[in-house]
């Protein structure tokens, strides 16, 4: 996390005197990989990287805000256009997402700072929706709970940046705490914190450095082909409203209809969210050897059923699961490039990020980034 003396130095030598300081996180997803839009379980976590943040009220109209990384300063007032500055918008979408449900934010002065890298699937982007939401809701006494917290940061990324997201990333980085994962339903969006403290167990990523272009037309059509399953399974079954409702039985009976494509797709996610309960089991009995082989049956079916994965994520994840002390590894996020997440013993953890980073270099000729991740509290006032 960047020290709020850092952020502080930049805001004393631009605002003056001081705010107060929050700090929001950025997330990883343990397993539950494209479950939350067929309305499964994901299983999410807050991680030690986050936003930091020094905001104060200015008594005027306008929001003056600094951005130390990008070393970028934008002044905006509320109901302004799309700004130019990407990063902007995430702070301007919260601020109009608060108008909108009839909480006028007065003006403020903010400089912020992160460590979630960006682009990454850790979400900085609600690190940073989640950041300025908290904030402002603390510092002008709105009383919003979390949960509208998250929504808020989810309604400004969908309008503001045109990313149409689930709500896990928001939900984890205002809920998350230390040492525990949540398991939430997103159909009923309530949420079970699920110890996860594993003393001899570290979460290692492995950043393979590429995003394939195909990644968002792949997405918009996965999701066409879950519904297209939906929409043969309800000619027997009318009560199915989306693939949560499912089962494999009720997949086969209609697997002629669907055609084998589909079926195949399906069934990853009615497999997935089975693995996904049966894995919060083992780690609820502590069994994390278990619960990583979920973790490389989950990659399994991403890279062979749901087809999202990729050259690059196989190849880091067939490269850990050689190697002794790997638990589990899988593909993390929308696919087709992004990073793998490992669970991997303490003793063993040098090994195998050496042994999969010089591998993985000498078969795609650069160097994957690595990033030790600890589960961590979420969203909070630091002062
Ligand atoms: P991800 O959320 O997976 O990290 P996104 O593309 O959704 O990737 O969000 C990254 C964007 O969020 C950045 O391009 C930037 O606009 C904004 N952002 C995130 N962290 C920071 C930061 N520390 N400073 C400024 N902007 C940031
Ligand atoms: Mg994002």
Redesign the pocket.
Known sequence: MVAPEKIHSAFAARFGSGGRFYCAP?RVNLIGEHTDYNLGFVLPGAIDKA?TLEIRPNNSNAYRVY?L??DDEVRFAAGEAKLPQ??AN?VLGVVMEFHSRCFGVPGFDAV???D?????????????ESAFAFAINDLFNYGLGKLELAQIGQSAEHKY?G?RCGIM?QFASLHGEQGKLIQLDCRSLEHEMIPFAPADWRVVLIDTHVKHSLASSEYNQRREQCEAGVKALQKRHTHVKSLRDADLPMLEESRREMGETVFSRCRYVVEENIRLLRGVGLLKAGDFTAFGKEMFASHAGLRHLYAVSCDELDHLVDTAAQLPGTAGARMMGGGFGGCTINLVSEAARETVIARCSESFEKKFGHKPLVYDVVISDGARRLS
């Open positions: 950025g936003i951005s990384d990008y990407a990063w995430y912020f700072a992160g979630v890298p960006l682009g990454g699937g850790l979400s900085s982007s609600a690190a940073l940046a990313v990333d």
